[in-house]
């Protein structure tokens, strides 16, 4: 094992008054292992990835890559290392063929070898069957693996990949896992960077970045351990576990606590003892046991643990109690020409519940989320929010929903109170109304130090909260959320959860779509939609539940979304 | 409700389009700099040309021709050649793009009292610019030629007498800066709207306004009103320029002018948005506007009139708002038309701006399906 990367008191600065976006870093990247560069959006692992590739250089501070200084030596470093950047740096209008041809010319990668190298790497990332295919017509899964194959071109020593797991479903990106692992046996050294925690613990080596700064080096496991004895489930709390969750938080001994489901993932504090039943305050016997800590637990207990601070008691009233269904999907269709990419999904949201739409890639729960919302009609079927159809009447029931979409869609030139204004307007309130909803928001969402700030320079979890709280406004009893929390650090996730779960306690009824499986963990129930078909709907326990086996004892949510769609597959298969 | 939702939108737009630093300048200095680049540069007028001569009469007549060139204002300077293979080669590189040839006999056949030749070599590169000098040169040829032949009888024969109407002095700045009322406006216009639902649909507020209560065609609105807003501020900025600045009288009544501008403002904006309604990027956007204004530009009567055009392309220039508009403000700025003959041409731009907006709404309503 040799060291490939050395980097020495590191100092990136963009801006000269500015904070640095990497504040004196110094490690070691080694070969022959996966090194996961982990930590939120904005902690500086683009900048530390470009650092290395010499993309960048250095501020302050010296980084050797196999043996160069990206400073001095430049141009020696492009042929020895392979860089996927984010979003896989393919060309879309051009075939997959037509990709490699074009990098492996870029590249210098002549005949004959590169058509043994084209040979090698389709068969390594099962490509050859589309080689014609337009790269902006792949799948999420399959972009990344031409992406990995432009990547490998050159054989290289070591291989940068640029959070290559974000818009990948579960499938593919356990998939990329595996093509990785072979690299290794190789001996090639892989940088990978991500936002999601979970795959650190599939690293040898974790660099935990948070704002520029190294929080941790070294074996996750190690890391994880740490947290040993710290972590519990407390069960049975039944309805009244969000309130629960939530009165926990507050005792002083308990640093994090999370929704996984019925259950609640709660971590003491160093030395506290283990968490009673009485500290949830709810009536029905709860039961506590102690569980595995994860690598997440680990690094929110180094964060300083969930925020104490609840947000949101007055981000609206009690919605009025009935016991009718407050979203419902009536055998939703929707095709596209010849493709149906929602076939017949039924399900019904029940009044104060949170339901997930998860699903792969280009599933069709983008299509069916998108019906939802009266973004798309459907070609048969019915869409129902607080008993109107989309369809008959739009503009009644749009207002009685709330919709905040992926990106957190807010006008970045306008400042926060303009943005809000404007929602408020969108929506129909006027003077005492909108002046009244602008500052119950501005209050319970605590965005008063921003007001006049431009909503495109606030922090990730500031926009986050505006985003929210531009939703919320006209108080609809349906909040929509599309992949709300996916590349925001753990704790805003948090605070994130934190705010809808107050909200549903109060009656409001919630509908995700993700494939992340820490957001499906908040639903109470799920629907998993795949090839267009609703496969399963149920608690994420039931989903669980059904895939636990003697070889999986301890199913994982991912693990029941891998098998339920496995499942499917071969039922489709023994049917054709 | 609606008036709630609407002026939402209206304030929010005029928000985005000014609150920035670098919004505000891209919507205010442009068109500035354009009037006046416009104004000095863009003239069709010929001065401070070079003419080439190449002279192989010896005579005293010729020097005298000669001399007339140069005392003629638009030239600046009369360079001579000693042969025409020298004229061609002078020709060849941009120096001069007219020469004038006198033959040998020039002197002696005047004295014989025969019509002598003068030929005039053009650049036909530069077609507009040599017919103008062109013409210059026959005149002063030609009243040479008359005042040597018969110089007492001058006021005996019929002789042409021209009279520009509506621009006596025949100056090029009147007929052409009060264009720029027009075609400055609309091209900011184009450009502010037609990106405008670009850029939401980029950033994804786009389905955020879509999943919000406003319908379609309010969604219309209120990213038209903004834009009209705005394109008429602009108009009456250049209009006090035009008429306060360079002096370029309004014969006409100036709420006719801006009425018709209105209009045709909302022509313009309803193309605008019907590009918009099409495209799902800025720059798909960007080459649809490209794509309607350089033809628009070209089949308005802007730079040639509409009359040379082919038949087959007679009927496109009526359906562009830009050629009515044209010829309205050229009657308004260069004699009073009456209101009938305005009228005349609003009711197509209003036509147009019906037709895009709506097809716009429906584009948007589409797209939800």
């Known amino acids: 094992m040799t060291t490939l990367v050395a980097i020495d008191g590191l100092v990136k600065n963009f801006d000269a008054s500015g904070p640095a976006a990497i504040d004196g870093l110094t490690t070691q990247i080694k070969s022959n292992q996966v090194t996961g560069l982990v930590g939120p959006d904005g902690a500086g692992k683009t900048t530390l990835i470009r650092l290395m590739a010499a993309l960048l250089t250095p501020s302050d501070g010296v980084i050797k890559t196999c043996g160069f200084d990206t400073r001095d030596t430049p141009e020696p470093i492009r042929d020895v290392i392979g860089y996927m950047p984010q979003k896989f740096g393919l060309y879309e209008d051009l075939t997959v063929m037509e990709n490699l041809t074009l990098y492996a010319d870029l590249r210098g990668v002549v005949d004959p070898q590169r058509k043994d190298t084209f040979e090698r790497l389709l068969a390594f990332t099962d490509l050859a069957r589309f080689t014609n295919r337009l790269a902006g017509a792949l799948s999420g899964g399959m972009k990344q693996k031409l992406g990995l194959a432009c990547a490998m071109l050159r054989s290289p020593k070591l291989l940068l990949l640029d959070e290559p797991s974000v818009g990948v479903d579960p499938i593919s990106r356990r998939e990329l896992w595996r093509m990785v692992y072979t690299l290794i046996g190789e001996g090639v050294g892989v940088v990978w960077s991500t936002a999601y925690l979970d795959e650190a613990e599939n690293c040898a080596e974790v660099i935990v970045m948070n704002a520029g700064r190294v929080l941790y080096q070294g074996d996750p496991k190690a890391m994880t351990a740490t947290m040993a004895g710290r972590v519990f489930y407390a069960r049975g709390a039944g309805a009244e576990r969000r309130e629960g969750l939530a009165r926990a938080l507050q005792n002083p001994d308990i640093v994090d606590g999370v929704m996984q489901g019925q259950t609640i993932r709660l971590v003491t504090a160093q030395g506290a003892p283990p968490p009673t039943p009485e500290i949830l305050g709810v009536a029905a016997p709860v039961e506590i046991v102690a569980t595995a800590p994860r690598f997440e637990d680990a690094f929110v207990a180094m964060l300083g643990g969930a925020s104490k601070r609840t947000l949101s008691a007055q981000a609206r009233r009690p919605v009025d109690e009935t016991d009718a269904p407050s979203v419902e999907a009536r055998g939703l269709t929707r095709r596209f020409g010849d493709f149906t990419a929602a076939d017949h999904i039924t399900f019904r949201i029940h009044r104060g519940e949170i339901f997930g739409l998860l699903g792969p890639n280009g599933a069709g729960k983008s299509t069916t989320f998108k019906m939802m919302c009266g973004l798309l009609r459907p070609s048969e079927g019915a869409a129902l929010v607080d008993g109107l159809d989309l369809a008959k009447a739009p503009s009644a029931a749009r207002a009685r929903l709330g919709y905040m979409a992926q990106k957190f869609s807010l006008y970045g030139d306008l400042s926060v109170r303009q943005n809000l204004e404007f929602f408020a307007g969108a929506y129909g309130l006027s003077g005492a109304r909108r002046r009244d909803a602008v500052a119950r928001v501005v209050d319970a969402f605590d965005l008063t130090p921003h007001l006049n700030a431009n909503a495109g320079g606030l922090p990730l979890g500031f926009k986050q909260r505006l985003a929210l709280a531009a939703a919320i406004m006209h108080e609809p009893p349906v909040l929509f959320l599309d992949e709300p929390t996916s590349g925001v650090d753990p704790l805003t996730r948090r605070e994130f959860w934190a705010t809808i779960n107050a909200m549903v306690g109060r009656g409001v009824t919630v509908m995700v779509t993700t494939h992340f499986m820490d957001e499906a963990e908040y639903c109470d129930r799920v629907a998993l939609i795949y090839r267009g078909k609703a496969i399963a709907t149920g608690a994420p326990e039931e989903l669980q539940a059904r895939v636990r086996s003697e070889k999986m004892p301890n199913p994982t949510l991912e693990d029941a979304f891998i098998a339920l769609v496995e499942e499917s597959d071969r039922q489709r298969e023994a049917a054709a | ?369």
């Open chain 2, 1 to 369: 409700m609606l008036w709630t939702r609407l002026s939402a939108l209206v304030v929010k737009e005029l928000l985005a389009a000014f609150r920035d630093k670098k919004a505000r300048f891209a919507l205010i200095m442009p068109p500035l700099i354009q009037v006046f680049l416009f104004a000095f540069a863009a003239t069709m007028e010929v001065t401070n040309v070079p003419v080439g001569v190449v002279n192989q009469d010896w005579g005293a007549q010729s020097e005298q021709l000669i001399s007339r060139f140069e005392r003629a204002s638009a030239f600046s300077e009369i360079r001579r050649y000693d042969s025409q293979a020298d004229a061609r080669a002078a020709i060849d590189r941009q120096e001069v793009m007219v020469v004038v040839q006198i033959g040998q006999d020039f002197s002696r056949k005047i004295a014989a009292r025969e019509t002598p030749d003068v030929s005039v070599l053009l650049d036909g590169r530069k077609s507009n610019s040599a017919q103008i000098v062109n013409s210059y040169l026959n005149t002063i040829i030609s009243q040479f030629g008359t005042e040597t032949f018969a110089p007492d009888k001058l006021n005996a024969d019929s002789r042409i007498v021209e009279r520009a109407w509506y621009n006596p002095n025949r100056d090029y700045r009147n007929a052409m800066v009060p264009v720029l009322i027009a075609t400055l406006p609309m091209t900011m216009v184009l450009m502010m709207v037609g990106m405008s639902v670009a850029r939401e649909r980029e950033l994804g507020t786009f389905e955020q306004l879509l999943v919000s209560p406003l319908q379609p065609l309010e969604i219309v609105v209120g990213k038209a009103a903004p834009g009209l807003l705005v394109g008429l501020g602009q108009c009456v900025i250049i209009s006090g320029i035009v008429i306060l600045l360079f002096g370029i009288p309004l014969l006409g009544s100036a709420a006719m002018l801006f009425l018709s501008l209105t209009v045709f403002l909302v022509a313009v904006i309803g193309i605008a948005l019907f590009i918009s309604s099409l495209v799902s990027t800025q720059q798909q956007a960007m080459m649809g506007i490209m794509l309607v204004m350089m033809p628009a530009m070209m089949l308005s009567g802007f730079s040639s009139p509409v009359q040379n055009m082919p038949d087959w392309l007679q009927p496109l220039a009526l359906t562009n708002p830009l050629t009515h508009m044209l010829v309205i403000v050229r009657g308004l700025f260069l004699r009073d038309m009456p209101f009938w003959l305005v009228a005349q041409r609003i009711w197509p731009m209003a036509v147009v701006g019906m037709v895009t907006m709506g097809l716009a709404a429906w584009m948007f309503q589409r797209k939800v399906q």
